[in-house]
């Protein structure tokens, strides 16, 4: 019982803090699962599953408070989706899964430590600029179990597309619709919550309410996002150099 309040605890942290800016969690999750040795069989449909609750939640919230920017999303969604589900349903070895989940929980770091300030708006690309990027963190995120928010966020913000609200908003809608994409993908392989899951889903669910409501109405926390950033250091160490 202890042990599942740690795992609770730890799992609404990282539900908290990225609701807060319009994102999923799976970075975190993943990381969390990597790190309290859970199996790669289960981290992957896991992920996604608490992805797709976390960020309908949080693309509500900033929903409501009127930053989201619809043009931005369909060309994003209509190359993103199905390449969600192919790269969910790809081969993936373990050694390899590991690697490619270290990478990217490395540039989840960069993300949370990047000065996000507020950069002039730029004119939107055009339609197959954006589904070129849809397509590739599509695929990326399906592979390894994300709803590709961590990665969709810095481009946005870099190429000046979107503030950082707007940003929140379409990156929480394109976690929810990549991430359910994916998890129908895990669930065609096969794929049943346990317990412990179930209990983990009530922990994150509590986090991400309060995270979406602080990151749509009020300023996100910004001092707690060196915490995360420690642990996703220290699960991609894992990933790299423990077999």
């Known amino acids: 019982m202890q042990e599942l309040i740690l795992y609770g605890l730890c799992f609404f942290t990282v539900a908290f803090l990225y609701a807060s800016v319009g994102h999923g969690g799976a970075s975190g999750y993943l990381a969390l699962m990597a790190l309290f040795g859970f199996s790669v069989s289960v981290m992957k449909p896991t992920a996604l599953l608490l992805n797709v609750l976390v960020s309908l939640i949080a693309f509500i919230s900033f929903y409501r408070a009127k930053h ?15 390449f969600a589900y192919i790269g969910s349903v790809m081969p993936v070895s373990e050694i390899l899964y590991k690697k490619i989940l270290g990478a990217v929980l490395l540039i989840s770091v960069l993300r949370l430590l990047w000065n996000s300030a507020e950069r002039p708006l730029q004119p939107a690309p055009k339609w197959y600029v954006l589904s070129a ?18 990665l969709l966020s810095p481009v946005l913000l870099l190429m000046g597309w979107t503030t950082q609200k707007q940003t929140a908003a379409i990156s929480a809608i394109f976690i929810f619709l990549n991430s359910a994409s994916g998890l129908l993908g895990q669930l065609k392989v096969g794929f049943t919550p346990g317990p412990q899951i179930w209990a983990i889903i009530a922990f994150v669910l509590a986090g991400g309410f309060i995270g979406a409501y602080l990151g749509a109405q009020r300023l996100p926390p910004k001092n707690m996002k060196f915490i995360l950033a420690t642990v996703l250091i220290l699960a991609a160490g894992k990933l790299f150099f423990v077999k």
């Open 68 to 82: 989201f920017r619809k043009e931005l999303l369909w060309p994003l969604i209509a190359a993103s989706i199905p």
């Open 133 to 150: 990027i849809g397509a590739a963190i599509g695929l990326l995120s399906g592979m390894i179990g994300m709803g590709g928010g961590i």
